[in-house]
């Protein structure tokens, strides 16, 4: 499922979009498929747009049981070609923050741009929840991205075609992402299988 809605105002300009998708594999295999993401050489060459990860830092609060992660990463910027000549870099550095509750069974993301923010700001929030229907056989993902062309930037005159690029770009990822979860996914059930 995947919802649109943009606000254009007189000093901002905001592209957004949410979409679910139900992994019919159990939270835990979901999560952890999750960290497997951008370790393996086959998700790389799917997920090209990736071109490094660095965990910052990582903390279990003791008194709740939740992980907390923080991750860098560099990707190449998404976006049409005039903008990288615009920015003069193709490539952006984002932040990734990741809240772990084993408890009731959460894993939420949010990850933001930390380079090209004079020009655009990008978020993006991801969660894996179990679906209410069956919540010990599937997962349902929850995303949210928003983007933000700066009004005062040199992209402002062109800020919707600029955010409808980006936004296309993040919705191709995104559907890139959902494959190599699933075959991580996939991959996990058999490994267990076997054992």
């Known amino acids: 499922m ?3 809605f943009f606000c254009c105002c007189r000093f901002l300009m905001v ?3 949410r979409q679910e998708h139900v992994y019919k594999h159990p939270w835990e295999r979901v999560s952890a498929a999750s960290w497997r993401k951008f370790a393996d050489p086959e998700n790389k060459r799917i997920l090209s747009h ?4 660095d965990t910052l830092n990582r903390k279990l609060d003791t008194d709740t049981g939740k992980l ?3 991750r860098a990463l560099t990707i190449h910027a998404p976006g049409p070609w005039f903008l990288h000549r615009i920015v003069g870099q193709d490539i952006c550095h984002c932040v990734e923050s990741t809240v772990v509750d084993g408890k009731s069974r959460s894993m939420q993301l949010i990850t933001k741009n930390i380079s090209l923010q004079k020009f655009v700001e990008v978020e993006e929030r991801i969660s894996y929840d179990p679906h209410p229907e069956n919540p010990s056989a599937w997962t349902v993902c929850s995303q949210e991205t ?3 062309i700066k009004p005062l ?3 402002a005159s062109m800020a919707e075609k600029v955010e409808q690029k980006c936004a296309e770009k993040f919705m191709q990822n995104s559907a890139k ?3 190599v979860m699933e075959r991580i996914c ?3 059930e058999a490994e267990s299988a076997r054992v």
């Open 2 to 4: 995947y919802c649109f």
């Open 15 to 17: 592209k957004a979009y």
């Open 50 to 53: 990736i071109l490094e990860v």
């Open 68 to 70: 907390h992660t923080t």
């Open 146 to 148: 928003s983007i933000r």
């Open 153 to 155: 930037s040199a992209l």
């Open 177 to 179: 992402g959902r494959e």
């Open 186 to 188: 996939r991959y996990m």
